[in-house]
Nanobody
């Protein structure tokens, strides 16, 4: 089994910053990629950022230049630094992990991010 535990969400004003963390534990072998998705109320979950062990990260267009994903492979941890936050970034952010490119996906329980004045 694989467990993913997220932390770092909260309430922040527009223009502010937050840093999310997610640590994987359990039966961890070679990780293909780790990343973050988010889901706003009434909307579908969307992939925000992913990072493989060696490749370039990928970002949702609307967060490019504001969000940075990074990994600490030794700690099986992925981070999401979110700067210049906007109200439309509000949602539940879920950590995800894959051991193979074709999945399956493993998900964390989610952490709430609210951007509001």
């Amino acid at each position: 089994q694989v467990q993913l535990v997220e932390s770092g969400g909260g309430l922040v004003q527009p223009g502010g910053s937050l840093r999310l963390s997610c640590t994987a534990s359990g039966s961890i072998n070679d990780i293909y990629d780790m990343g973050w998705s988010r889901q706003a109320p009434g909307k579908q979950r969307q992939l925000v950022a992913t990072a493989t062990g060696t490749g370039s990260p990928n970002y949702l267009d609307s967060v490019k230049g504001r969000f940075t994903i990074s990994r600490d492979n030794a700690k099986n941890t992925v981070y999401l630094q979110m700067n210049s936050l906007k109200p439309e970034d509000t949602g539940v952010y879920y950590c995800k992990l894959r051991f193979r490119q074709l999945g399956p996906d493993y998900w964390g329980q989610g952490t709430q991010v609210t951007v509001s004045s």
